[in-house]
């Protein structure tokens, strides 16, 4: 198998973190042992170990997160090219690689002008105010915003939804009996994808600066799954999804 364009596409992969170029990645045209594994989606996250790297493995079943240091991810890029994915497609903010391996190891590699000009924002906006973060990175992975922390056309909606849920927490909480604790155990019923349960607790983690501890309930399993991914990627470390029912679950104190 021809293996220089699969390395030069790796050494670019690699040289774009080095010199803070890196946009995102995709790693597609699978042809592994995993029936349900289609691609994997590769971008950066800021975490409290610092930037790391972000992968989403796309399924048709269901979704997987995992994050990675830099050395990691590359090592894991340059096992799977050539062996389990054969297209790979890179931006940076110097150019775009796009990473094409043929049926005899015959491979190409083109190169094209940058489609984005700006690396996408990592920071979380940490201001006192009602409304969440559009740059925060799980409203990213969960497809709300863009790379660069902009509202999906589609999605204008349910982030007005969001932002209006977390204000009427807000308001809620405060003139309730609870609004001098410091410490908070909730339980959000029938969580689903998760949108909701995160900002809440992005609200009173990260703005209210509150002790909080989230738990979200619901019935499909491949959605508790993927929104643990993406809580433990986010570093949310007492937030949590569990598979159950609203009937069957068994409401308990929560320690932290």
């Given at each position: 198998m021809?293996?220089?364009?699969?390395?030069k596409?790796?050494?670019?992969f690699?040289?774009?973190?080095?010199?803070?170029?890196?946009?995102?990645?995709?790693?597609?045209?699978?042809?592994?042992?995993?029936?349900?594994?289609?691609?994997?989606l590769?971008?950066?996250?800021?975490?409290?170990?610092?930037?790391?790297?972000?992968?989403?493995?796309?399924?048709?079943?269901?979704?997987?997160?995992?994050?990675?240091d830099f050395a990691?991810g590359?090592?894991?890029?340059?096992e799977l090219?050539g062996?389990?994915f054969?297209?790979?497609?890179l931006?940076?903010?110097?150019?775009?690689?796009?990473l094409?391996v043929?049926k005899?190891?015959?491979?190409?590699?083109?190169?094209?002008?940058?489609?984005?000009?700006?690396?996408?924002a990592?920071?979380?906006n940490?201001e006192k105010?009602?409304?969440?973060?559009?740059?925060s990175?799980?409203?990213?992975?969960?497809g709300?915003?863009?790379?660069h922390?902009e509202?999906?056309?589609?999605?204008?909606?349910?982030?007005r939804q969001?932002?209006?849920?977390?204000?009427?927490?807000?308001?809620?909480y405060?003139?309730?009996?609870?609004r001098?604790?410091?410490?908070l155990?909730?339980?959000?019923?029938?969580?689903g994808?998760?949108?909701?349960?995160?900002?809440?607790y992005?609200?009173?983690?990260?703005?209210?600066?509150?002790?909080?501890?989230?738990?979200?309930?619901?019935?499909?399993?491949?959605?508790v799954?993927?929104?643990?991914?993406?809580?433990?990627?986010?570093?949310?470390?007492?937030l949590?999804?569990?598979?159950?029912s609203?009937?069957?679950?068994?409401?308990?104190?929560?320690?932290?």
């Amino acid at each position: 198998m021809s293996i220089e364009n699969i390395e030069k596409f790796i050494s670019e992969f690699a040289k774009s973190l080095t010199d803070e170029t890196f946009v995102k990645m995709t790693l597609g045209n699978y042809k592994g042992a995993d029936a349900h594994l289609q691609k994997i989606l590769v971008r950066l996250i800021e975490t409290k170990k610092g930037t790391r790297l972000f992968f989403l493995y796309r399924q048709d079943t269901r979704d997987t997160a995992k994050n990675y240091d830099f050395a990691d991810g590359v090592k894991i890029v340059s096992e799977l090219l050539g062996v389990d994915f054969f297209g790979g497609h890179l931006f940076t903010v110097k150019n775009d690689f796009q990473l094409d391996v043929g049926k005899k190891g015959k491979s190409r590699l083109n190169i094209a002008k940058p489609t984005f000009k700006e690396k996408p924002a990592l920071e979380h906006n940490r201001e006192k105010q009602i409304q969440i973060s559009a740059d925060s990175f799980y409203l990213k992975a969960l497809g709300i915003t863009t790379d660069h922390g902009e509202i999906r056309d589609k999605q204008q909606d349910k982030w007005r939804q969001i932002n209006k849920f977390v204000e009427t927490l807000g308001n809620l909480y405060d003139k309730s009996d609870l609004r001098n604790r410091e410490k908070l155990n909730i339980v959000d019923m029938g969580s689903g994808k998760g949108y909701l349960t995160f900002a809440a607790y992005d609200y009173f983690r990260n703005i209210r600066s509150l002790d909080v501890k989230i738990t979200g309930v619901d019935t499909k399993s491949e959605l508790v799954g993927l929104c643990n991914d993406i809580a433990k990627a986010s570093e949310f470390e007492n937030l949590q999804f569990v598979h159950g029912s609203i009937g069957d679950y068994e409401l308990k104190t929560l320690t932290f």
